[in-house]
């Protein structure tokens, strides 16, 4: 159910380009406030019927993310939407990745969401309302191999945002995370996508296979982020929005596939799982 009866104000990292930016665009175009960050402080958006501001941001440094939600926070006093979206791909086989590659990679795409949402939890109790919207992937729920930190990354904004939502529907907050499909944006170049940099002959059938479709891959991916910042509008204006969004036909195939075999792989090993209990427990739990 549409509920958009006034203008919302969004906080939303990582404006620049991606779907980030479709985002942005699609909330000005319906006249909300977007108080957007990017690396440089600039991103090139119409305003449309809304209002935009631009704010500098290393989601990585904890005190100027707190000094500019905090900013942002007091251009309205109010804050409705927050959305940590500001992160980037690393392909490349575990093995040869080297600690500062993963360590990075994980700062910006799992700490940065963490500094973000610690910054801006006291506002929105404050207000008894809001809504936490956080980007992960699908590699998040069904990664393969070749983006195996990357993926980390996502598993953990996918734990924190499901811990979280535990913890703040009570205040009247609610917690989305978003697991887009792959989307026709620059996600899949060198902007916004590392390739770690040793490579194993021993892994190019399997990590080789997957940065060759990649490569292919760019400019021709199935998601349209217009559509895809319209679905983000919709759970925002939702009365009851969920926990979990798949973004893509890919993603929510994938998805399936990927529950459906877990949970037959459940199933095959139940007794060995459950074998595990205290006898006289489990016969207990068992009445």
Known sequence: MNNHSSKKIWFITGISRGLGRALAEAALLRGDTVIGTSRNGEADIDQAQGKLHVFPLDVTDRAQVEDVVKKAYLLNWRLDVVVNNAGYGLLG???STRPEEFGHVMDVNFNGT?????AALPYLRDQR???IINLSSIAGIAPVGGYAFYAAAKFAVEGLSISLAHEVKPLGINVTVVEP???RTDFLAETSLRVS?????????TVGTVLDKMGK?????????VKGAKAMLAI???EDPPLHLLLGSDAYNRAG??????????????SLSLSTDFAELATANAS
């Not at 963490?114 to 610690?118: E, K, L, S, T, Y």
């Open 93 to 95: 086989a575990i093995e």
């Open 114 to 118: 963490v500094h973000v949402i610690q």
């Open 129 to 131: 309302k809001g809504h």
């Open 181 to 183: 499909g792959a989307f």
């Open 197 to 205: 940099g040793g490579h194993l002959e021993e892994y190019k059938d």
């Open 217 to 225: 891959m760019n400019g021709k991916q199935l998601g349209d982020p």
């Open 236 to 238: 925002v204006d939702s």
């Open 257 to 270: 596939a990927h529950f459906e075999a877990f949970t037959e792989e459940m199933q095959k090993w139940k």
